[in-house]
């Protein structure tokens, strides 16, 4: 039988897959049974009290999260950060942001007397994280923080400490978590459809364009592991449910290409995890590697294309027993959810977290579980962050 989207709905709720992050760094913290799924997202149960949020950062993948919280049921843009002034009025405007309530990133401070901001959306470079966070947290604001959550794990534990000092909310804005078709995914291999995972392999890369501040080590931290190359690692975490213990990798900068004087261009890179399964993923600047994922297990496999904001398609088969000669069990999957969507997911599972006084389902302890995968994969190539 043919598994789409539609029969895969009459298998039952997907209520435990939002749990299935593998919180081993946040001390197996459990997602409340109560909470509210990604597959049943908070804009469709709306409180009728919506959480305001600070942008902070006006970049483009800031665009998205503007357009996704302005059609979300308990979320709304409250104040703007950004270091050019006309911009932010021109996005005030638009999002009917009073002036205000507009900042910039010396005065980002005063925030703190603003009641219409509940929480902050973290858009900034990759090196800034870790600042605004700490000042947001000082502030009494909760916390969603782009990924990769910083460019080191030291900085990630200061972020974590800071927001529970504070009393305050830290996520980190891994969309795919939230994303329907991926949590359709989960629950096959969760309910043993595969059998356990032996083998992964993910991609995610593209060829950037010259100027791109990515490609200053000081804001970007990296090359395109820091951009790229966090998908396929939080992905093989969030597949296997287990930590990597072992990593091999190798980097790629070829000396005519002038866009790459202080970050990489390619890493591939195989992680070893404790139930044996491997996985292999590469990272690039300068090759168009698309996005997608496949896992395989000995009574099947999956393949999932597109790791952007839409266009999510699950393909696959497994066995309708575990048993060999079994007739397999067709998966085609595809997403008819359009960008926005999967930030107007996010956003609103945070807002929900915030209002019922609940644990996110990719709270800081993820983003620095990447982080020291992450080191860990430079490491072994021989690089020194």
Known sequence: MPLSRRNFAKMGALGFAAQWAPHALAQDAAIPAAAPTAMQPAAMQPSGR???????????????????????????????????????????????????????????????????????????????????????AK?????????????????????IDACKAAHVKLMIAYRLHYEPTHLQALELI???????????????????????????????????????????????????GQEPIAHQAMISTPDRDARFTEVEETVQWLSRFPSGALASG???????????????????????????????????????????????????IASTEKDPMQFTRQVDHFSDCILHDRVPNTPGEDGLADLLALEAVYKSAGVTL
């Open 190 to 240: 969760r309910s043993g459809k595969l059998g356990t995972l032996g083998s992964l392999d993910a991609n995610h890369g593209g060829n950037i364009r010259a100027g791109e501040w990515r490609l200053t080590k000081a804001l970007g931290g990296g090359g395109p592991m820091f951009d790229h190359g966090v998908y396929p690692l939080n992905i093989f975490r969030m597949l296997t």
């Open 50 to 136: 919506r959480i305001g949020y600070a942008v902070i950062g006006l970049g483009s993948i800031a665009n998205h999260f503007l357009a996704g919280t302005k059609i979300s049921a308990q979320s709304s843009i409250t104040a703007l950060v950004s270091g050019h002034r006309d911009k932010a009025e021109r996005i005030a405007a638009q999002y009917g942001v009073p002036t205000t309530s507009i900042y910039d990133y010396e005065n980002f401070d005063r925030i703190a007397a603003n009641p219409a901001v509940d929480a902050v959306y973290v858009a900034l470079p990759n090196s800034m994280h870790a600042e605004f966070t700490l000042r947001a």
């Open 139 to 159: 502030a009494g604001k909760h916390v969603l923080c782009e990924k990769p959550m910083d460019v080191s794990s030291a900085q990630c534990v200061r972020m």
């Open 282 to 332: 590469t990272a690039s600047y300068g090759v168009e590697l698309g996005g997608y994922w496949r896992a395989h297990g000995p009574w099947g496999w999956l393949q999932m294309t597109s790791l952007t904001y839409q266009g999510q398609h699950l393909t696959g088969h497994y066995a309708s027993q575990p048993v060999l000669g079994a007739p397999w069990v067709e998966v085609d």
